[in-house]
């Protein structure tokens, strides 16, 4: 059986430019030059957020979870810290400022200029 991956998924902003920037600014990363109509940020493990500008109608939040080297949580939430965007120790952002230590990592959540949600974490959760 060949295994399956994700190799893209679209994310819808109100000004691409602005979100893609944006996450890639507190991961690490850089944006890509234009696909298209997306402008593409690589995650390097094979997967692309494909920003495409979405004017017509409001955009849905989503959820989108980045699991991120150890070494580098506390220099993404230094980034949060400097883009003076609050972070949260939960999905719901009950606890503003704190991290969790979920599954034996650390995480945190918060929101991108098109209030997605987006989680940051050094473990992935553990499945049953």
Same mark, same amino acid.
């Given at each position: 059986?060949?295994a399956?991956?994700?190799?893209?998924?679209?994310?819808?902003?109100? /000004?691409?430019h602005?979100?893609?920037?944006?996450?890639?600014?507190? !991961?690490?990363?850089?944006?890509s +030059?234009?696909? #298209?109509?997306f402008?593409p940020v690589?995650l390097?493990?094979g997967?692309?957020?494909?920003y495409?500008e979405?004017?017509?109608?409001?955009?849905?939040?989503?959820?989108y979870a980045?699991?991120?080297?150890e /070494?580098q949580f506390?220099v993404?939430?230094?980034r949060?810290?400097? !883009?003076?965007i609050t972070?949260y +120790?939960?999905? #719901?952002h009950?606890?503003?400022?704190?991290t969790?230590s979920?599954?034996?990592?650390?995480?945190?959540?918060?929101k991108?200029?098109?209030?997605?949600?987006?989680e940051?974490?050094t473990?992935?959760?553990?499945?049953?």
């Amino acid at each position: 059986m060949t295994a399956v991956q994700l190799n893209h998924t679209a994310v819808y902003a109100s /000004d691409r430019h602005l979100s893609a920037e944006f996450i890639a600014t507190v !991961l690490g990363l850089k944006v890509s +030059a234009p696909f #298209g109509p997306f402008l593409p940020v690589d995650l390097g493990n094979g997967v692309t957020l494909d920003y495409y500008e979405k004017r017509d109608e409001p955009i849905q939040s989503q959820h989108y979870a980045f699991l991120v080297p150890e /070494d580098q949580f506390d220099v993404m939430i230094a980034r949060l810290k400097a !883009l003076d965007i609050t972070y949260y +120790a939960d999905p #719901g952002h009950t606890e503003p400022g704190r991290t969790n230590s979920l599954f034996g990592g650390r995480g945190a959540y918060f929101k991108d200029p098109d209030a997605h949600n987006m989680e940051i974490m050094t473990r992935p959760y553990a499945r049953g």
